[in-house]
């Protein structure tokens, strides 16, 4: 077999360009690729993990994003806006996987509705008492929504938190 050497005249600017915004925009849509469908997630079409005992129907629905209950209900001091939490959570993705957890560690204190945490612990953790307990099913829209977060949160990923309050300042 012999190779041969063919001239080819050079590319035109516009033709470059052409190309190279092709190849551009295919990687790019490559890239962002959210998921299955990219579509946010929605919580009451997810199939939790028997291990998280999550049944949506007996939770209370704030939205089509964030389910909350209660499974202790405390007594003390009430999370308001504004003031600075001290809690301890757990949180897993909707298949069983625990993807953070502070429990027995140092509690995570912050100052709730000032966006210092996602949107559905700003808005789930509202009225509840110190020593409470409460689980959180939480949409892509009040978690990382289209984004990747860590190894373990995929685009448009549903997360469930249980999460004890500690204190309340």
């Known amino acids: 077999m012999q190779l041969r050497y063919s001239r080819r ?3 035109s600017q516009a033709t470059a360009a052409a190309i190279s915004m ?3 925009l295919g990687l790019a849509t490559a890239c962002a690729d959210n998921g299955p469908s990219g579509a946010p997630s929605n919580p009451a079409t997810e199939t939790f993990a028997p291990s998280l ?14 389910y909350i209950k209660d499974l202790v209900v405390g007594t003390g001091a009430t999370a308001n806006v504004g003031r600075t939490l001290s809690v301890t959570y ?7 996987t625990q993807f953070d957890s502070n429990v027995g560690k140092t509690a995570l204190s912050f100052p709730l509705g000032q ?13 509840m008492h110190v020593g409470g307990k409460r689980l959180l099913v939480i949409g892509s829209d009040l978690a990382y929504g289209a984004n990747q977060k860590g190894p373990l ?7 469930v938190f249980n999460v004890q309050l500690l204190g309340v300042q």
């Open 115 to 127: 966006r210092a945490v996602i949107d559905g612990w700003d808005a789930g953790l509202v009225g």
């Open 53 to 66: 005992a999550v049944n949506i129907s007996d939770m209370t629905r704030l939205s089509e994003a964030l």
């Open 9 to 11: 005249r050079p590319l």
């Open 153 to 159: 949160i995929a685009p448009n990923s549903t997360l």
């Open 22 to 24: 092709a190849l551009f």
């Open 90 to 96: 757990t949180g897993w993705l909707v298949n069983g």
